[in-house]
């Protein structure tokens, strides 16, 4: 009877359901997304679902080295996950390559159709869906913050990483804006940090005191070394998200990224319970916050003007 009575412990885990894995795979580091990871697992706990409970995560960092994200996507498909979860366009692209079966859930600053990434956004089709934070598309509005904070201004430089696939429509966009309103723009390069250094001394070289940093992961991770350049040399920037903004950046413009990983981790735990990418429409994060540190403006001796302020969705003092 002792036997049988142990054995039963041992009978009853053999019949507990396994825990699902899922693949979260991104661009950048684990620290530089640490808050929109955090707005992700908040999304799929909304489902049921708890990391280290009842769900298993695999992360894949590329660590701003896009180059390895193909190997990387390529682990996770021999991994068998349930669910992948790809954090940018570039990503979900080495996603996409690597299967065509497993579930994938993606967020970016793109347009997911027009990337080639689904077949539309009420139907995406295949094995793909997720959420659309329009970012690149803002930073025309940057210019315009710039215009309104100093309207004198005629050159205006725009921090990009040639290496992502958003950089056009920005430039693009930031074009058609700077012609509207009589400005030119400079385009600097950046795809590392030493990238970086090199852009903010070309931006001093050539006297430009306004700077609008464009969307990309790189810059994420960066954001300290990209606050701390911009105070010392006295440039008034506009960065695309609020983490730029709550360590020392003048102004942030953008969508509300945490939001757009929390509807990115109710798909996954949608997707979990059974539901198909395909019959899941692409969402748009619509929350959009315009954050003024105003600190940092008055050690620039810069005054915001009221109209600005009273726009501001957080005004930090």
């Known amino acids: 009877m002792v036997?049988?009575?142990?054995?039963?412990?041992?009978?009853?885990?053999?019949?507990?359901?396994?825990?699902?894995?899922?693949?979260?795979?991104?661009?950048?580091?684990?620290?530089?997304?640490?808050?929109?990871?955090?707005?992700?697992?908040?999304?799929?706990?909304?489902?049921?679902?708890?990391?280290?409970?009842?769900?298993?995560?695999?992360?894949?960092?590329?660590?701003?080295?896009?180059?390895?994200?193909?190997?990387?996507?390529?682990?996770?498909?021999?991994?068998r996950v349930a669910v992948i979860v790809a954090s940018t366009s570039v990503a979900t692209r080495a996603?996409?390559?690597?299967?065509?079966?497993?579930?994938?859930?993606?967020?970016?600053?793109?347009?997911?159709?027009?990337?080639?990434?689904v077949a539309s956004l009420n139907q995406p089709g295949g094995n793909l869906t997720g959420v659309t934070f329009i970012g690149a598309t803002l930073r025309a509005k940057n210019l315009e913050l710039l215009h309104e904070l100093v309207p004198a201004l005629a050159m205006v430089g725009v921090l990009v990483n040639p290496n992502n696939p958003n950089t056009k429509p920005q430039l693009r966009d930031l074009q058609a804006a700077a012609s509207k309103l009589g400005k030119t723009i400079h385009v600097l390069n950046a795809g590392t940090e030493g990238d970086i250094d090199t852009a903010f001394a070309a931006l001093v070289q050539q006297q430009i005191g306004a700077l609008i940093v464009g969307t990309d992961p790189v810059f994420t991770g960066r954001r300290d070394q990209l606050v701390a350049l911009a105070a010392r040399h006295q440039v008034r920037t506009v960065y695309f998200s609020r983490d730029f903004a709550e360590v020392g950046g003048l102004m942030s413009y953008g969508a509300n990224l945490a939001d757009a990983f929390r509807l990115a981790g109710t798909y996954t735990g949608r997707i979990l319970k059974g539901e198909k990418p395909a019959d899941l429409p692409v969402q748009q994060a619509t929350k959009i916050e315009l954050i003024v540190n105003l600190k940092t403006a008055k050690t620039l001796g810069i005054a915001i003007p009221p109209s600005l302020l009273a726009r501001a969705d957080e005004v930090i003092e």
């Not at 908040?42 to 960092?61: C, H, P, S, T």
């Not at 299967?99 to 990434?117: K, M, N, R, S, Y």
Request: cysteine-free; aromatic content about 8%; charged content about 15%.
């Open 3 to 79: 036997g049988a009575a142990a054995a039963w412990p041992l009978a009853a885990q053999a019949q507990q359901p396994a825990v699902p894995v899922i693949g979260f795979i991104s661009t950048a580091s684990a620290k530089a997304i640490a808050s929109n990871v955090a707005a992700f697992l908040q999304g799929v706990k909304d489902f049921g679902f708890v990391e280290g409970q009842n769900l298993a995560i695999e992360y894949r960092w590329a660590e701003d080295h896009y180059d390895r994200l193909p190997a990387l996507a390529a682990e996770l498909v021999r991994r």
């Open 95 to 117: 996603i996409k390559a690597a299967t065509a079966t497993i579930p994938i859930v993606f967020t970016t600053a793109e347009d997911p159709v027009a990337a080639g990434l």
